[in-house]
């Protein structure tokens, strides 16, 4: 059974910075790209960042470009998304979530932990 | 940025009834379309990818159709458990999401 399981959550000021991790169990995770998606309170799901299996392209939204980096630990199933210069407009539930193949949409998710930047 | 368009915002509608959701996206998506789920407190589930192909698991109730700019996701025959959110995402040129049809039962 495939299991995302999202950590590192909180609450950070203005400015600061979070690292999350996401770790996998279930399935081979070296071989499926992986990527995040956020959903602030009261909205819909945005995608945040997304990576291929071996982890040497990624991707960003707009929103969080040079700000957020997306990486990943094949050898300890684990993907991470290190959140820096955080803004209030960056509360939200963070989804780690498995893509279903090249080009598939993601067809597991994670749980979701909350980040909520506020002073 | 490829942009998709849902609609209705809401759907409200009794149990056996049939659903009918739109996403349209502001250029061609070719079948790269998939539809989601999203209950509140819970992880989004996978109900279609490739604008037609239920994902496993999925109920036959659940259908969904459509190619490179117009889609639909139709649930044949309403149960209680439906109530959610739907999303349609795009996977043609990086990743979007449409904003949301809410459905109420």
């Known amino acids: 059974e495939v299991q995302l399981l999202e950590s590192g959550g909180g609450l950070v000021q203005p400015g600061g910075s979070l690292r999350l991790s996401c770790a996998a169990s279930g399935f081979t995770f070296s071989t499926y790209g992986m990527g995040w998606v956020r959903q602030a309170p009261g909205k819909g799901l945005e995608w945040v960042s997304a990576?291929?299996?071996?982890?040497?392209?990624?991707y960003y939204a707009d929103s969080v470009k040079g700000r957020f980096t997306i990486s990943r630990d094949n050898s300890q199933n684990k993907l991470f998304l290190q959140m820096n210069s955080l803004r209030a407009e960056d509360t939200a539930t963070y989804y780690c979530a498995k893509e279903g193949g090249h080009s598939l949409p993601f067809d597991h998710w994670g749980q979701g932990t909350l980040v909520t930047v506020s002073s | 940025e490829i942009v998709l368009t849902q609609s209705p915002a809401t759907l409200s509608l009794s149990p056996g009834e049939r659903a009918t959701l739109s996403c349209r996206a502001s250029?061609?998506?070719?079948?790269?379309l998939a539809w989601y789920q999203h209950k509140p407190g819970q992880a989004p589930r996978l109900l279609i990818s490739n604008a037609s192909n239920r994902a496993t698991g999925i109920p036959g109730r659940f259908s969904g159709s459509g190619s490179r700019t117009d889609f639909t996701l139709t649930i044949s025959s309403l149960e209680p458990e439906d109530s959610a959110v739907y999303y349609c995402?795009?996977?043609?040129?990086?990743?979007?999401f449409g904003q949301g049809t809410k459905v109420e039962i």
């Open positions: 250029q061609s998506v070719s079948n790269y």
């Open positions: 995402q795009q996977r043609s040129s990086s990743w979007t």
């Open positions: 990576l291929n299996r071996g982890g040497e392209t990624t």
